[in-house]
């Protein structure tokens, strides 16, 4: 029940969020430095089109790096964050204006027209880049879903002209394609096949420019001359020839053998302004040019531009806080955060090239082993519709495969990092949503048989899709130097911290299970399997005085010896610790002295291993303090808050602000790791707001927001939540908060009754409405003496310990 002066107290926060320009306070060009890869360009949310500039250097896995790199062009599709290749994936088919050249001899390969910007000029805010070049020509894009435009102003009236690149992507992998222009309706169209920038596979794009612009957009701009050019020979590609009045190329499928070639079309106006208006499809060419006449029909720019900073300012708004009361930085840091995290899964729905079907499409599941911790259960309290349709297009993906994607990239299936991560969003959403699946239009027994052939089956490959679940069933641990009789293969390695998430794999089944009334035998069997992650603890091996670390194991039992702190952030010795087949660790992007704090769904059973709640905190300590911890990777995301499951919130307050402060700010480089398709931006919005999701589960560990108030606003469930926190005091703020600083909880009450725990809350009453009260002190003696509170639930949950009840 919501009490009257709680409406109120919502009324006023909401008033102020709604008054507010929350487009305004998004920095897009946080993490566009040395290693974010966030992307600053132009799109609405969830959108396919991702519209901006890209380096001539690499790493660019977004195309845009914030330095004074020359630019390539601009072009219309972009990851988020991710790793991958660093040349980047995405990027095909770029636009460049060219002026000041005769055009039979205007630079037109890809080395000789990158031009530097103007120091200062690229600017951005949700639905708008802009960026200008020394010699002074002007670039300016917005979007739709999957269409949008972009403009030039060049510093003179012209002849000025603009280069269509048919065959360089951010990869440089181009395989093929074709380009055809109709000068008389001044509309190019282009297809071309190019590699994902993880995985191994190809995918084939197709776009379509129109260049006559009506008059009525405020372009005068007259075709004056065209044609299309190539790579004179391709041992020396950078040698072109400008063919007059060329109306189309084409290169077969070949392989990689023509990815140097330089091809495109060259287009003069008679213009100062060149608008240009496009559309991307992955069917053909017309339905490219389809969705561009179909969403920008009219050219209108404040049109677009209007409609897509609209979608942003609506998604913003579901978090509303007194963005003049709190503090700058968390304020600028938290939409901006939100507007990342909303970036992607893109909404490919129409435009699946590969199976027929009724159900949504998303791209850049990449990867699900980086999104399962954040992004999916942000989505899951703000945004249950988009959050509904990713979920089902994970579903739809076992449909045609048989197994819930994992890392679907580019279209396509891309590598399999550790386990079949995507199982735990599906679980999460049974457990949150299953009894509204329907009226969300995800077909609940399909997501639960999804989990089930996920969990059971193997496919032949499981590098790209699954699960070694061969290995799994027959030993309860990932063996080493294991051949499969079955036949199955994939990337052997990583066997300790693939166990690991196939564990919290099961867990997500077992939670569906529960949730969805499925049998007991099946809630037993994924529970038992859930718990087979001990199977891979060695209590023997011992590292900086601390006992028990997970270990690969040799199919007899033996354990196989690793260093602990192999892959961490402090190895003395160089180890290939990602996806080498020379990785002989046992763990991917991390270290067995990391990977030996993963089991959100059973920690109780890991402070039993390492040695009771005193042995535990000060192992959480000693990992900080090495650092064992590397804070720009995922599986280091849980452990500032780890102290909860040693009774000791107090140490989360202080650790989360320390980490928060130490390697996040506002700066192009304040992100201490890649983006990784918005899961570090998911990750400071639940730090901020004082939450952390237990993974596929309904409880969320609760601590001291940085915020003195926040609401969120569910739109499934009608509600919006006011979170206020008493005593909310800004010398907390830091990295190393004053003594006395209130930033320890003393209180929390759920519309007016006091919780049982000052540790952890349930879902239902996050994103349930009402209103949430977390009262703080600054008595640090007290707090660690109050722990997680009295009463046998005060702890977060442990499967071991009868947590997550069926
Ligand atoms: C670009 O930036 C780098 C690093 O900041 C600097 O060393 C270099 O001189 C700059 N180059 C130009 C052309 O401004
Ligand atoms: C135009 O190009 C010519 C020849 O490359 C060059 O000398 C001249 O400086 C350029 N003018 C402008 C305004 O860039
Ligand atoms: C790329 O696409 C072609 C034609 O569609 C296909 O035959 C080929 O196997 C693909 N190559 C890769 C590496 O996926
Ligand atoms: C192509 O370029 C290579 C390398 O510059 C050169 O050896 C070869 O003669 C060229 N071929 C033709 C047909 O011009
Ligand atoms: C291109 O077409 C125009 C118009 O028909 C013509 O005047 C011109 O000579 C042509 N150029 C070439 C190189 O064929
Ligand atoms: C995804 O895009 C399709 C096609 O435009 C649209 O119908 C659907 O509502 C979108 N999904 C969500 C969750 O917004
Ligand atoms: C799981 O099942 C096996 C076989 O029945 C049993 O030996 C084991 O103790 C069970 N593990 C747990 C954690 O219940
Ligand atoms: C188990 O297998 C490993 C690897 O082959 C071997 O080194 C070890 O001695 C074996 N242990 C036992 C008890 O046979």
């Given at each position: 029940m919501v009490s009257r002066t709680t409406l109120l107290c919502i009324a006023a926060v909401a008033a102020h969020a709604s008054a507010a320009?929350?487009?305004?306070?998004?920095?897009?060009?946080?993490?566009?430095?040395?290693?974010?890869?966030?992307f600053p360009g132009a799109a609405i949310p969830h959108a396919m089109a991702k519209v901006g500039i890209d380096v001539?250097?690499?790493?660019?896995q977004a195309g845009?790096?914030?330095?004074?790199s020359s630019i390539t062009g601009i072009s219309l599709m972009h990851d988020e964050g991710t790793g991958g290749n660093?040349?980047?994936g995405y990027g095909f088919f770029p636009l460049f204006p060219l002026t000041n050249c005769t055009f039979a001899a205007c630079p037109v390969g890809i080395g000789a027209r990158a031009a530097l910007r103007k120091a200062g000029a690229d600017a951005a805010q949700p639905g708008y880049f802009t960026t200008t070049f020394v010699n002074g020509i002007k670039l300016e894009t917005t979007s739709t879903r999957r269409a949008g435009l972009i403009r030039f102003t060049y510093?003179?009236?012209?002849?000025n002209h603009v280069v269509v690149d048919l065959t360089n992507d951010l990869g440089r992998s181009f395989e093929g394609g074709a380009l055809a222009l109709a000068a008389a309706a001044g509309r190019v169209r282009l297809g071309g096949t190019f590699l994902q920038s993880y995985g191994p596979s190809n995918y084939t794009v197709f776009a379509c420019y129109d260049f006559?612009?009506?008059?009525?957009?405020?372009a005068q701009q007259r075709l004056v001359a065209f044609g299309t050019y190539q790579s004179t020979n391709l041992s020396a590609p950078s040698s072109i020839t400008i063919r007059p009045n060329g109306t189309a190329l084409s290169f077969p499928w070949?392989?990689?053998?023509?990815?140097a070639e330089q091809a495109g079309a060259l287009l003069s106006f008679d213009a100062g302004v060149v608008l240009a208006r496009f559309g991307v499809s992955f069917h053909n060419a017309d339905q490219a040019c389809a969705n561009a006449e179909a969403e920008v029909?009219?050219?209108d720019w404040g049109r677009v531009q209007g409609a897509s900073a609209g979608a942003w300012e609506e998604v913003l708004a579901r978090v509303g806080v007194d963005t003049a009361a709190e503090d700058a930085t968390v304020v600028e840091l938290l939409y901006s955060s939100l507007y990342r995290a909303s970036l992607?899964?893109?909404?490919?729905t129409d435009e699946n090239p590969y199976w027929e079907s009724p159900y949504p499409f998303y791209d850049a599941f990449f990867c699900s082993w980086d999104t399962f911790r954040t992004v999916h259960p942000l989505l899951s309290i703000l945004d249950p519709r988009e959050w509904a349709g990713i979920v089902s297009a994970y579903v739809d993906g076992w449909r045609q495969t048989g197994f819930i994607p994992e890392c679907r990239a580019n279209t396509k299936a891309g590598y399999v990092?550790?386990?079949?991560?995507?199982m735990i969003p599906l679980g999460d959403f049974a457990v949150k949503y299953g009894a509204r699946a329907a009226a969300l239009g995800v077909p609940i027994d399909d997501l639960y048989q999804a989990l089930v052939d996920t969990a059971e089956n193997t496919p032949?490959?499981?590098?790209?899709?699954?699960?070694?679940n061969t290995a799994w069933k027959t030993f309860g641990y990932i063996p080493t130097d294991w051949v499969d009789p079955s036949g199955a293969t994939g990337l052997p390695t990583r066997e300790a911290s693939r166990a690991w998430e196939y564990a919290l794999g099961d867990f997500a089944v077992r939670q569906a299970a529960v949730a969805l009334g499925k049998s007991a035998a099946d809630v037993a069997k994924y529970a038992n399997r859930s718990m087979?992650?001990?199977?891979?603890?060695?209590?023997?091996v011992t590292s900086d005085g601390f006992a028990g670390f997970a270990q690969r194991r040799y199919p007899n039992g033996t354990f196989a010896f690793s260093p602990?702190?192999?892959?961490?952030?402090?190895?003395?010795v160089g180890h290939s610790?990602?996806?080498?087949?020379?990785?002989?660790?046992?763990f991917y992007e991390s270290s067995s002295w990391e990977y030996s704090f993963f089991a959100p769904h059973s920690m109780a059973t890991l402070v039993g291993l390492m040695g009771g709640p005193a042995t535990f905190i000060s192992r959480v300590d000693h990992y900080f303090a090495t650092p064992y911890?590397?804070?720009?990777?995922?599986?280091?995301?849980l452990m500032p808050w780890a102290y909860h499951y040693a009774n000791r919130p107090d140490l989360s307050a202080l650790r989360v602000r320390n980490v928060l402060y130490k390697n996040f700010n506002t700066?192009?480089?304040?992100?201490?790791?890649?983006d990784d398709s918005a899961a570090m931006a998911a990750l400071i919005t639940f730090h901020i707001m004082g939450l952390y999701p237990v993974a596929a589960s309904k409880q969320l560990l609760i601590g001291s927001p940085l915020l003195s108030a926040y609401t969120l606003r569910n739109e499934v469930f009608g509600t919006t939540t006011a979170f206020r926190v008493v005593?909310?005091?800004?010398?907390?703020?830091?990295a190393a908060p004053p003594?006395?600083?209130?930033?320890?909880?003393?209180r929390i009450t759920v519309n007016g009754a006091p919780s049982a725990s000052l540790c952890w809350i349930d879902f239902d009453d996050v994103a349930g409405g009402g209103e949430i009260e977390i009262e703080v002190y600054g008595d640090a003696a007290a707090a660690a003496a109050a722990g997680?509170?009295?009463?046998?639930?005060?702890l977060p949950d442990s499967l071991e310990t009868g947590g997550f009840p069926a």
């Open positions: 320009d929350l487009n305004s306070l998004v920095n897009l060009f946080i993490g566009t430095g040395a290693s974010g890869n966030a001539s250097t690499a790493p660019r845009y790096i914030h330095d004074n660093a040349n980047g510093p003179t009236a012209g002849p006559a612009a009506p008059p009525a957009a405020g070949t392989g990689d053998s023509v990815s029909p009219d050219w992607v899964p893109a909404n490919l990092q550790g386990g079949s991560d995507g032949p490959d499981w590098y790209t899709v699954g699960r070694q087979n992650f001990v199977n891979m603890w060695d209590a023997s602990p702190n192999a892959c961490s952030p402090v190895d003395p610790c990602a996806r080498g087949t020379d990785n002989n660790v046992g911890f590397l804070a720009g990777n995922e599986p280091g995301f700066g192009i480089n304040g992100l201490p790791g890649n005593g909310f005091d800004k010398a907390g703020l830091a003594a006395g600083a209130r930033v320890f909880v003393k997680c509170g009295e009463g046998p639930n005060a």
